[in-house]
């Protein structure tokens, strides 16, 4: 999924043959991201001043665990460590419960899009003025980024984010709730919801009672206000719910599996699984495009590459010729009875 329509070229930079490559590379490149540990791109003659020096308009993307620079950029640094040290770790799961990480990579990808970003600002800006520059991206910083709605609050309040489960640090009720047969989830995130909510469910009493009256006052009763709900909520199943929810103008939904979401009509108009030739796989599907695009056709042009599978076709588009390649060596036969 992530490396389609894309080239693989294989190079040593320890060597003078391998940095000569790059170097001819980066004379023909628009932008170069790369995302080794701080440090090592320098040791490879690979680093920005270096490439820089030979296209000045070249746009250098490092991204790293931690950044590159700060008492834990050395630090090895993955999506769980991010996670866990940015504060992401700390506000997901429920209270009380054990340390919980999100279900998907959120610093991993929120990063690369942050960087993404990042480089498309960096990238417009050289074409006006000639000058790349350097962009210095980190999941921690990404995933720091990400808590629009918890640091608010703690700098406004003073109070230390804690988990909430399902719920929503500003509104309720907003979360999973459980019907007769299973979990869904809903909001009435406004008082106009909340009183078609009320009017929806023949709660009127729930109007009347000064703990639900306001936003604040639903957020304070939360724990008592979902029980009151969820009474209700178990008289039907949870599709009926969706259903009575939706044509009140209510929002509600199914909570649905990876499968059942790619698999659901709505996921199939949306094109979110293609399918795409492999020269390995044969057929093999694919996860669609994430945002439509109507004034540039979007397709996969090519499969993901193996590994070095272009290195010669990019190489000797650059002129650099490179030996012929030898023919594979055959497996010697082996005994009788040899595993």
Known sequence: NMNRNKRSVTLDLKTDEGRAALHALVLEADV?????????MKRLGADFDTLSALNPA????????????GPWSQRPGFDLMAQAMSGVMSVTGYPGGPP???????????CALFAVYGLLAAYIGAKNTGQGQYIDASLFDSALAFSVWDISEYWGTGRKPEPLGTSNRMSAPYQAAKAADGYFVMGATNQKLWQKLCGVLARTDLLDDARFANVSQRLAHRE?????????????TAEA??????????????????????????GRHRAMRIEIDH???????????AVKMMGTPQQV???????????REVLEEL??????????????????GAK
């Open 32 to 40: 170069l991201v790369e995302n080794y540990r701080p440090g090592v």
């Open 58 to 69: 070249l746009v250098y993307v490092s991204i790293s665990g931690f950044g590159q620079s």
């Open 100 to 110: 919980v990480k999100a279900g998907v990579p959120v610093a991993d990808i929120g």
């Open 224 to 236: 008592v206000l979902m029980g009151e709900l969820e009474r209700s909520f178990a008289a039907r």
């Open 241 to 266: 719910w969706i259903e009575t929810l939706l044509a009140a103008g209510i929002p509600a939904g199914p909570i649905l599996t990876y499968p059942e979401a790619f698999e659901s009509e709505h």
């Open 279 to 289: 020269p390995v796989e044969g057929k093999v599907p694919n996860i669609g495009f």
């Open 301 to 311: 042009r090519r499969p993901p590459p193996l590994l070095g599978e272009h290195t």
């Open 319 to 336: 002129g650099i010729a490179l030996p012929a390649a030898r023919p594979p060596v055959p497996a010697e036969p082996q005994p009788a």
